[in-house]
């Protein structure tokens, strides 16, 4: 994609009201770019801008990402509004700690609808726009917890893991049309992201997982003190973005890079580990 210099931008963003999102959206309109910005409540988004900011390129969407419709009717009238659509930012989410066997099926459902479902919402609507127009950049906020699992955290890394085999396939699959695709992968950033009104729990615990118990306390004491820069860290998204540079993955923070550093060397030692026994269920050669 050839990122636009002679007219403003117009860009997609989904889970705006708070933490990088908001940031993103902060950032985009003081590059006097169009933002199309979805949140469940459009009024905290604006509340969270503040009277002074300046919103006339600002579109507010209050959108449930969950409902195919929804998400057609606000790429529509993004559209309708800017004149067209450049870049889609799928940031929507939420963090969930707990062990496996104390997350409930409406647990699981609920963060795949979001982090997966609500993607694809998106994405459908979108893609037809951007391959009509055979250019455009199309941005998955992932996480390191989508390249490595720890305990306490499988239900998030399951959306996350999920979100980054779409993206991988999305890819290829969109680059013949001159669409972009990257995936962003932060670590702990200094967002609301580990508060208890951002953080959800099991609605039941069990007494068997006293580790996960202190990690709850630990992550939830951790608030404010996370590494990222959620002010770098969108304006890095924004410069690959502009600049059309880069890999397909995003490694943001100095922790992120050490998770998936480490998780690339575990790959590679169970992989020297199996050379030998992987070929034993093959066919055998013809002669």
Not at 144 to 159: F, N
Request: hydrophobic share 45%; with cysteine.
């Amino acid at each position: 994609m050839a990122f636009p210099t002679d007219r403003p931008a117009t860009w997609f963003v989904t889970g705006t009201s708070r933490g990088l999102g908001l940031e993103l959206v902060r950032q985009l309109l003081e590059r006097g770019d169009g933002v199309a910005a979805t949140t469940r409540s459009s009024e905290r988004l604006l509340a969270a801008l503040g009277d002074d900011f300046d919103t006339t390129r600002l579109l507010p969407l209050t959108v449930d990402l969950r409902d195919e419709e929804q998400v057609k009717q606000a790429v529509r009238r993004t559209t309708d509004h800017f004149g067209g659509l450049d870049v889609v930012v799928n940031n929507a989410g939420y963090g969930f700690l707990g062990a496996v066997e104390e997350t409930s099926g409406q647990d699981v459902r609920d963060m795949l609808d979001v982090q997966v479902v609500g993607v694809w919402n998106v994405l459908r609507a979108a893609l037809p726009v951007l391959r009509e127009q055979r250019a455009g950049h199309i941005v998955n906020v992932s996480s390191v917890l989508g390249l490595t699992a720890v305990p306490g955290w499988a239900l998030y890394c399951a959306g996350k893991f999920a979100l980054e085999g779409l993206s991988e396939a999305l890819a290829a699959e969109a680059a013949d049309f001159g669409i972009d695709v990257t995936i962003v992968e932060p670590g702990y950033f200094r967002t609301d992201f580990l508060t208890q009104d951002s953080l959800a729990l099991p609605t039941a615990t069990t007494e068997h997982y006293p580790a996960l118990r202190e990690m709850v306390e630990s992550h939830l004491k951790l608030q404010g003190s996370q590494l990222g820069d959620p002010v770098k860290g969108a304006a890095a998204i924004i410069d690959r973005v502009r600049t059309g540079a880069g890999p397909l993955r995003q490694v943001l923070g100095s922790d992120s890079h050490a998770y998936a550093t480490a998780k690339v060397q575990a790959l590679q030692a169970n992989l020297d580990a199996t050379a030998d026994s992987a070929p034993a269920t093959d066919f055998p050669a013809a002669a």
